[in-house]
């Protein structure tokens, strides 16, 4: 994981070579310690966190946006793929790609709205609860391992920060 942001920093930090005649003469538009922002601290950590997640849920078949696309469905019951698409702010697009592989799969499936011929709610099956079930686990070990190594204090300071930052940005 530490590699993984150590190349994210690296990838973001690096010198791009122009070609065509473009040059790149614009640095003092931007200021030095742009890299060293909040707002990129906290996109470098979500990076680490994704990429962690997509290699322990590999194993199970479930990337992580599918595992975040099914606790969703699971703790909603009867969402629409548009419902789904601004609640995780995506496009519909997106959703309807992942809702299509997992229905495939046999873990998710569409049944008409009540009241709306032309609107499907999503719900999960027997076997999406099941391999919700094992990746759940798998995350509750990722979020294990993490506040194991900041510690209960820290760990409830970062929650309470993040929740600070989602109001904050909420606000305007």
Not at 9 to 15: D, G, I, S, V
Not at 83 to 96: D, G, H, I, S
Not at 114 to 125: K, M
Request: proline fraction near 4%; charge should be positive.
């Amino acid at each position: 994981m530490v590699r993984q942001l150590v190349m994210i920093r690296r990838l973001t930090c690096a010198q791009v070579s122009y070609s065509r005649g473009v040059r790149n003469d614009d640095d003092g538009l931007i200021a030095a310690d742009a890299l060293d922002r909040v707002t990129w601290a906290m996109r470098r950590a979500e990076w680490a966190a994704q990429a962690w997640k997509d290699q322990r849920l590999r194993p199970l078949g479930l990337a992580a946006a599918q595992y975040t696309l099914l606790i969703n469905v699971h703790s909603d019951p009867g969402l629409t793929g548009a419902e789904l698409a601004r609640r995780l702010n995506v496009t519909p697009q997106a959703v309807a790609s992942q809702v299509a592989r997992l229905e495939e799969r046999g873990q998710l499936e569409r049944r008409p709205h009540p009241r709306h011929r032309h609107v499907q709610e999503l719900h999960l099956t027997d076997a999406g609860r099941e391999v919700l079930r094992d990746a759940d686990a798998v995350i509750v070990e990722i979020e294990q391992q993490i506040a194991e190594k900041l510690g209960p204090a820290k760990t409830s300071q970062l929650r309470a920060l993040l929740d600070e930052v989602a109001d904050a940005v909420r606000a305007p």
